[in-house]
Nanobody
Framework: EVKLVESGGGSVQVGGSLRLSCKAT????????VAWFRQVAGKEREGMSC????????FYGDSVKGRFTIFRDSAQNTVYLEMNSVNFEDTAIYYC?????????????????????WGQGTQVTVSS
């Protein structure tokens, strides 16, 4: 079975923290570039962060740089997104996606990303 599943979403207060998980089943994430996107209804999807395969680079969108961190736990076949100092604008559905094409190597990665696999998304809601 090949799939990608996000978890860890929920409600969090402004200024709080949340850790999202992206776990792969049926294939290894180690050889793939992995990214987190988010989307609000009626708006274009926004690339939050990506991480390259192996010891590849990481990139962050301007809206989350300095607040979010992407990292891998290969033993768990999981990529995480650590969200800190969240604000109201972070409310969205967050999606994990894996890509074989080596896109996570420039700041233009999000514009060209298609993804071989996408998760179903996890809702993050930031409240006062």
């Amino acid at each position: 079975e090949v799939k990608l599943v996000e978890s860890g979403g929920g409600s969090v207060q402004v200024g709080g923290s949340l850790r999202l998980s992206c776990k792969a089943t049926g294939f290894s994430l180690d050889g793939y570039h992995v990214a987190w996107f988010r989307q609000v209804a009626g708006k274009e999807r926004e690339g939050m962060s990506c991480i390259g395969s192996g010891d590849g680079p990481t990139f962050y969108g301007d809206s989350v740089k300095g607040r979010f961190t992407i990292f891998r736990d290969s033993a768990q076949n999981t990529v995480y997104l650590e969200m800190n100092s969240v604000n109201f604008e972070d409310t969205a559905i967050y999606y994990c996606t894996a890509e074989h094409v080596r896109l996570c190597r420039t700041e233009l990665w999000a514009a060209h990303w298609r993804g071989k696999w996408w998760g179903q998304g996890t809702q993050v809601t930031v409240s006062s």
